[in-house]
């Protein structure tokens, strides 16, 4: 039972373009979300965060929207950089249950020069 | 200000030994995570403590494996009689007083033969 789904393995964009990472959750109880960066053989890096209670959080070139209706978020990456080019995941945390992160699969960003 | 650290970043280990593997929090964290990423999947939450005490370890398989953070010292996973169903990348996270936004270390990354 997947309770965070991130359902584009992969995504393909220009330099200079907007990338959008999507993310799907299943439990309502979620009142924290997080995206992380990694690249091969190093840990996850934390980006950006969200609290349940808002809908917008921005962070220089990234944004985080989530829409709790939808149970839904998502990443902005504007504009989009070669660095940038790493897997991300989205992981989603409930204050009442210690916080453990529960992990979306990943999607891998490719940004082409 | 030292980020997490974990070693030994790489382990071979042979069907049937243990594996221990070590994790430094931040400087003033006091609270120490344990996931695990198997080959093309996302990361698994195992074990959640605090200086001497499992706070949850849901995530843990039943046998075989350990875990502890001890008043002094590192946190240690241990994996007694390892499988090959053991390789995997094991990353440690830390956060200052429980909080969700959680730091991680570069992972050991565990290699049965």
Request: glycine share 8%; charged share 20%; net charge positive.
């Amino acid at each position: 039972d997947q309770q965070v789904k991130q359902n584009s393995p992969s995504l393909s964009v220009q330099e200079g373009r907007i990338s959008i990472l999507n993310c799907d959750y299943t439990n309502s109880m979620f009142d924290y979300f997080l995206w992380y960066k990694k690249y091969p053989a190093e840990g996850p890096t934390f980006l950006i965060s969200i609290s349940s209670i808002k809908d917008k959080n921005e962070d220089g070139r990234f944004t985080v929207f989530l829409n709790k209706s939808a149970k839904h978020l998502s990443l902005h990456i504007v504009p989009s950089q070669p660095g940038d080019s790493a897997v991300y995941f989205c992981a989603a945390s409930d204050n009442n249950a210690g916080n453990m992160l529960t992990f979306g699969g990943g999607t891998r960003l490719m940004v082409k020069p | 200000n030292a980020g997490v650290m974990q070693n030994p970043r790489h382990l071979v280990r042979r069907r049937g030994q243990e594996a221990r593997l070590r994790c430094s929090p931040m400087k003033g964290h006091s609270h120490v995570y344990w996931y695990r990423q198997l080959p093309e999947e996302g990361l698994k939450f195992m074990v959640y403590l605090q200086k001497e005490n499992i706070i949850d370890e849901s995530g843990m398989p039943k046998e075989r494996f350990s875990a502890e953070f001890p008043k002094e010292g590192p946190s240690i996973l241990r994996i007694q009689q390892v499988v090959r169903g053991d390789s995997a990348a094991y990353f440690c996270a830390s956060s200052p007083a429980g909080g969700p936004e959680q730091y991680f270390g570069p992972g050991t990354r565990l290699t049965v033969t």
